[in-house]
């Protein structure tokens, strides 16, 4: 487990999935930033959890109050598309608690997670982000991400069409 101030980051556990999955419906129930309609049962993201080992290409890596010890926030790579070429490429996110939002964590956790990428086979990670959404934006940017294209009206979600701009950084070597 590594800290910066008052948050610590590490790998995500199955005692975390209560508040990861509360994390995550805000985002489903209150923004587009999600594609996903329904909030989701801890059971239904039980398979998510643990499609994300402590090693590997696709992790989960959560922040939490130091001292409270709640999650503040996670993020993943997770397989870009499922044939075997792509297998170098990752699609990763960040997710924070409302309360978290503006402090840091959303860098904090991306350091970590390419810091753990830089032994991996990894070559390029994407980031789709639903418009707008100019915070999401100013973190991939910020770390190194360059726009590469938009898909749209690509999503139907609260009666409208939504586009999603697609960013895109080098990993590895």
């Given at each position: 487990?590594?800290?910066?101030?008052?948050?610590?980051v590490?790998?995500?556990?199955?005692?975390?999935?209560?508040?990861l999955?509360d994390?995550?419906?805000?985002?489903?129930?209150?923004?587009p930033?999600?594609?996903?309609?329904?909030?989701?049962?801890?059971?239904a993201?039980?398979?998510?959890?643990?499609?994300?080992?402590?090693?590997?290409?696709?992790?989960?890596?959560?922040?939490?109050?130091?001292?409270?010890?709640?999650?503040?926030?996670y993020?993943?790579?997770?397989?870009?598309?499922?044939?075997?070429?792509y297998?170098?490429?990752?699609?990763?996110?960040?997710?924070?608690a409302?309360?978290?939002?503006?402090?840091?964590?959303?860098?904090?956790?991306?350091?970590?997670l390419?810091?753990?990428?830089?032994?991996?086979?990894?070559?390029r990670?994407?980031?789709?982000?639903?418009?707008?959404n100019?915070?999401?934006?100013?973190?991939?940017?910020?770390?190194?991400?360059?726009?590469?294209?938009?898909?749209?009206?690509?999503?139907?979600?609260?009666?409208?069409?939504?586009?999603?701009?697609?960013y895109?950084?080098?990993?590895?070597?």
């Amino acid at each position: 487990m590594t800290e910066r101030g008052e948050v610590q980051v590490r790998a995500g556990e199955e005692g975390d999935l209560p508040d990861l999955t509360d994390i995550y419906n805000h985002y489903v129930r209150e923004t587009p930033v999600t594609f996903d309609v329904e909030p989701l049962t801890v059971d239904a993201r039980r398979p998510w959890l643990l499609s994300h080992p402590k090693d590997g290409p696709h992790r989960l890596l959560v922040a939490l109050g130091a001292e409270s010890n709640r999650v503040l926030g996670y993020a993943t790579s997770s397989p870009f598309r499922p044939k075997p070429a792509y297998s170098t490429s990752v699609e990763v996110s960040v997710y924070l608690a409302p309360d978290a939002c503006g402090r840091g964590v959303g860098t904090l956790l991306y350091e970590h997670l390419f810091d753990a990428l830089g032994g991996e086979d990894v070559h390029r990670a994407y980031a789709g982000i639903a418009q707008p959404n100019e915070p999401s934006v100013r973190l991939h940017v910020r770390l190194g991400f360059r726009h590469i294209g938009t898909y749209g009206e690509v999503g139907r979600k609260f009666g409208r069409y939504w586009d999603v701009a697609w960013y895109e950084k080098p990993l590895g070597r």
